[in-house]
């Protein structure tokens, strides 16, 4: 999931080379964190969040395939 996550923020902001991903477990749970730039967070949040909505769409619709849940955080 790391991987589908850093794949699509790049596609989107302005500085691909500041994305950052990091997949940690918690509970039952898989959470992945994407940091951006600060210029580019309201690219990857959307207008009233769906863009962030639609990433977090396209993960949860990967994870179902395995059975697994997915968290995605998008972190300042």
Do not use: C, F
Request: hydrophobic share 45%.
């Amino acid at each position: 999931m790391k991987k589908l996550v850093e794949v699509i923020a790049k596609a989107l902001v302005d500085h691909p080379e500041e994305v950052t991903v990091t997949e940690t477990e918690k509970d039952n749970a898989t959470v992945v964190e994407l940091r951006v730039s600060p210029t580019d967070m309201g690219k990857v949040i959307g207008k009233q969040g769906r863009i962030a909505k639609a990433i977090r769409s396209v993960v949860k619709a990967a994870a179902s395939r395995d059975d697994k849940k997915v968290i995605v955080e998008i972190v300042q």
